[in-house]
């Protein structure tokens, strides 16, 4: 399937609501997510939400197995989550580095819950209902952002925690999520 042009900071399309996914398993949707799998991938990216790649819709995945870019991140299952709501299950936050594709080169320091629920539904229509914490809690929020017009330097909430990649690590190899 081809991969899609990611969608730059500035682009007005990412400051947009998506829409909700009425019907589900149609061959509409179904390509969408090979195209939005194989974007992913192809750019060793963890997550992509479907406004990424300029489709207004509340479509997220989201996967981190053996990721090159995450050698040190925990598991998190290949996952397809649509009309997401999230439900933070206490007010312990914490701040942690974030890149993006529709960022590129750039990372920032975003406060995040730790500990949260995921509600909504795979590419069948069935529930998905799980609850998360570390790493995988903060890749949800992070995608789920993008699905209200957030970008993540919005939420940084000092500049000086949000730079270019080699003037903040210098001399170490950080990638765009």
């Known amino acids: ?34 195209d939005m799998r ?19 819709l509340r479509v997220v995945i989201f996967e981190v197995s053996s990721n090159p870019r995450y050698p040190d991140a925990e598991t998190v299952p290949q996952t397809v989550l649509i009309n997401p709501v999230l439900t933070p299950l206490s007010d312990a936050m914490e701040e942690g580095w974030e890149g993006c594709l529709s960022i ?14 995921y509600q909504g539904r795979d590419e069948y229509g069935a529930l998905i209902d799980r609850t998360v914490s570390g790493f995988h809690a903060r890749v949800v929020q992070h995608e789920c952002d993008h699905l209200d017009g957030i970008l993540y330097p919005m939420r940084v909430r000092d500049l000086k925690d949000f730079g270019f990649n080699e003037a903040l690590f210098p001399g170490e190899t950080v990638q765009d999520e």
């Open 1 to 34: 399937m081809p991969v899609r042009e990611v969608l730059h900071m500035g682009d007005a399309r990412l400051l947009r609501h998506a829409e909700e996914v009425r019907k589900f398993d149609s061959p509409e949707l179904n390509e969408l997510l090979k």
């Open 38 to 56: 194989d974007t992913m991938h192809s750019l060793d990216g963890v997550g992509l939400a479907a406004p990424q790649i300029g489709v207004n």
């Open 104 to 117: 590129p080169g750039m990372r920032g320091l975003v406060p995040r819950f730790t500990h949260l629920r």
